[in-house]
């Protein structure tokens, strides 16, 4: 029972490579099957993207949750669990990017990217010091604003293949709804990065 939380997190994993494997089929980036790409499969396979996108997102608060209930935090357990979120949001990203140029989601997503690399690069020069920069509530939150904002930008681009209605008086607004929320993860992104960057240059100042 204890592995269970691991086993979650391996599937997040696996879930965020495979959507973004499907993303880029989609695409048509991926050798011999791109060869053989119809619409319809298209389709589909925007439609598996988004699908193993939000399996692999409820496993983020299972994973924990079961955890803390089980009494089976790991270390492993703690290294894999941003790991597999920072693959999932990132592969999410660049698969998207690879359906086609999208300019109007561009910089949330550069920003997305940028404070992920840069913390995990915060981190990894911090921990040879004995410097620890532990996950704030307000972090844990962005997660979880990031993976629903581009749940929606996942559903928006992939509208078609839900053959959802393409009034744009509904594909408008869902549209303005999924790229303020991605603004919204983003600027929480940036400010979570600032707090980590202010809690290492304090740790680090003192030693």
Sequence with gaps: ?????????????VGGVLMFLFLAAAA????FVSERLTPDNQFALERWALIAFVLASVTDFFDGWLARKLNA????????????DKILVCGA????????PQPQIAIPFALILFREFAVSALREGAAPKGIKIPVTAL????TTLQMIAIAAE????SWGAWQL??????LGPATNIAHGLLWLAAIV??????????????AIGDN
């Excluded at 048509?28 to 050798?31: D, H």
């Excluded at 972090?139 to 962005?142: L, Q, R, V």
């Design 189 to 202: 992104t940036l400010w979570t990065g600032a707090q980590y960057w202010h809690k290492a240059h304090v």
């Design 73 to 84: 935090v790991s270390a492993w357990g703690a290294i894999l669990d941003p790991i597999g």
């Design 165 to 170: 209605p393409s009034d744009p008086s509904v």
């Design 1 to 13: 029972m204890k592995s269970i939380p691991n086993i979650l997190t391996g599937i997040r994993l």
């Design 154 to 157: 996942l559903l928006v681009g």
């Design 28 to 31: 048509g980036g991926v050798p």
């Design 93 to 100: 990203i660049l698969g998207l990017a690879a359906l086609g």
């Design 139 to 142: 972090a844990k939150w962005k």
